[in-house]
């Protein structure tokens, strides 16, 4: 009898731990900004970090908006190299799997018009319901009428046609997605310099690689590297677009904002 409640005792600590550790699994967002939280004030480890080295990735986290949404990298000069640019396979895509937050990283491509998909006009292109990390519907503007955050695509749907799919669709905002201001830059400026140079020929292929930039545990990203080179070389860049929208301020662990103005 003795050996029985035991094992009956025992059997209950193992459920009250597998219980344990499933609650912190399906929390550990909300666990882990809080410890970041809790650690503002101090010198932060970034245990996102695999090493103590710092990364092209952690640089560019490091990077500060100072008014200006894009910035040049390596002078424009992109850094594929030359088994990258092959163009014998034809046109392809490959986006990586979510990390283990559920963020969508890395996003590569060899764009060609043949991956293009028919235009809206002929076919209509299916609404948004991916819900990405850190999403919140923050309307802007006097009138109420924008929105804050979109749903960025990272290899942009009129390259193939790519939509619901949470391994290319990120919370960017306005500015960084499609800027509508007078002379302002944004994603959408470099995609449609790579769709008006696909247009021109089906035997024009551009390497693409897009990468959301994070820091630490925060689920919205603090920019996009974004870098091209077609197979003549008369289209390339290398750049980074700030995540960022005048007039607010945005919590990147957790997408929540308020206007700063």
Do not use: C
Not at 132 to 149: E, M, Q, S
Request: overall charge positive.
């Amino acid at each position: 009898m003795k050996n029985y409640k035991r094992g009956r005792f025992a059997r209950r600590i193992l459920l009250g731990i597998v219980i344990l550790i499933g609650i912190v699994y399906l929390n550990r967002v909300s666990i882990l900004q809080k410890i970041v939280a809790l650690g503002s004030q101090s010198q932060l480890i970034n245990i996102d970090k695999q090493s103590n080295s710092p990364t092209q990735n952690d640089e560019l986290a490091k990077l500060k908006y100072t008014g200006q949404t894009v910035v040049e990298i390596n002078h424009n000069q992109p850094t594929f190299s030359q088994e990258d640019l092959q163009i014998k396979q034809g046109g392809w895509q490959k986006l990586s799997s979510l990390d283990w937050l559920g963020r969508p990283q890395a996003a590569n491509a060899l764009l060609n018009k043949k991956l293009m998909p028919p235009s809206q006009k002929y076919k209509a292109r299916e609404r948004l319901t991916i819900k990405t990390p850190g999403y919140h519907a923050i309307k802007t503007g006097t009138n109420n009428t924008d929105w804050l955050y979109n749903r960025s695509h990272l290899i942009g749907y009129q390259f193939t046609g790519l939509n619901n799919e949470a391994k290319n669709l990120i919370t960017g905002t306005r500015q960084l997605n499609a800027d509508s201001r007078v002379n302002a830059k944004s994603m959408v400026t470099y995609e449609t310099e790579i769709a008006d140079y696909l247009h021109q020929s089906k035997n024009n292929y551009v390497r693409y690689q897009v990468k959301p930039i994070y820091k630490n545990v925060g689920l919205v990203p603090r920019g996009v590297h974004m870098m091209a080179q077609s197979n003549d070389n008369t289209l390339k860049f290398n750049v980074y677009v700030f995540n960022v929208q005048d007039g607010w301020t945005i919590n990147y662990l957790n997408g929540k904002a308020e206007r700063s103005e």
